[in-house]
């Protein structure tokens, strides 16, 4: 039997269905071959767990909104397929797409159409769903449910209410947001941009740096001794957090850490009185965790402690490449000016400069190494030409 669930506001008059058995996805998945597009949102739950996970999947159809349970016992294998070649509206994609590619290996063989980066490219400064919702639909909408736990089950009504929303408006507000783009002859700038961030986010992750992981925030000023209790700390921290499927934060911040290294690299120790003050939930079993990799820090030997990475000696640039970047700096200052967007979002410090030094100057290589997209080299060549 298919749970039907009314939502209580915005309007009554809107339900959706709650997907988490075969005669459920039954429905959805007959909404889904006879639509034209979907509007997509994803739900995880990183700020409860370790192991973050994809906890729901929203959809609206046809003005027909649905919530999928991935967690629940069924075979999702036949939706997955489905929705991949249908076209898709997120609203910030780039972070749904990544848990589903995580999750799934999901990769969208069909459009999407990014209502954050239509946004962007609209030169709007709130760019959140709440706040373009009301700007160009006139609907408020409730922020209550942002930090749920979305692993809990079973989930409140105000919580499902709240994830079905972030789908329910996203079909109307694609097309006010498209209409606009393509007002200013920027339809194609957006379109461009999706490709490439749906590229981007099926791109395998290099391993990480085993000596740059646990290099937090804050800790440049510290000595080797120190990094070498904050780099033993951090990795008691991942172990606590993975053991208890918790997050790290959750386990002991950033900021506790550091100050505990210092303390701790003065000769101090954790049962003294007068050091940082432990979280709660440092106790019993985790607390001789804790103390057994204080003392791997202290037994390690001066020679072992790891230093502050080396500064790269800075190569002065060629007066002629200054030039050609403060001319290309100065027209990418004048374009956002122009265009009314972020100047950022034309083409970084770094990319112009990489312009700048290129020889001989191309901006069509700058397209083919992903430097550029082809909207933002069209943007720049006048005043690239204006350099040769």
Known sequence: MERIFRLLSPSSETSYLYVDNRSALEVLLDNMQKAQRIALDTEADSLHHYYEKVCLIQLTINSKNFIVDPLADIDLSEFMTLLSQKPL???????????????????????????????????????????IDEKFLNVTLSKTGQKSDWADRPLTQTQLEYACNDTRYLDALADRLA????????????????????????????????????????????????????????????????????????????????ELAVWLAHGHDLRQNGGPKLPRNCTNHRFKNLENAVNRAKNTTSSQWPQHPKQRKFKPFEEHTLKIFDKMYACCAQLANDLKL?????????????????????????VRTGCLMQWQADLLRPAFEDTK
């Open 179 to 258: 209409h606009e783009l393509e007002r200013l002859g920027r339809l194609s700038w957006h379109q461009e941009t999706c490709e490439r961030l749906t590229h981007a986010v099926t791109l395998e992750k290099e391993p990480p740096d085993p000596d740059k992981v646990w290099r937090i925030r804050g800790i440049s000023s510290l000595h080797p001794q120190q990094l070498e209790f904050v780099k033993q700390l951090w990795h008691w921290r991942q172990a606590e957090a993975q053991q208890a499927d918790r997050p790290p934060f959750k386990i002991m911040s950033n900021h506790l850490m550091i």
């Open 89 to 131: 509206i997120f609203h910030g994609a780039d972070y749904d797409l990544r848990m589903l590619y995580a999750w799934n290996g999901f990769k969208p063989a069909s459009e999407i159409f990014d209502t954050m980066l239509a946004a962007q490219l609209l030169g709007l400064e709130h760019l959140g769903l709440v706040a």
């Open 342 to 366: 972020p100047a950022s979002l034309i083409a970084s410090r770094a990319v112009l400069l990489a312009i700048a030094k290129e020889n001989p100057l191309s901006l069509d290589k700058m």
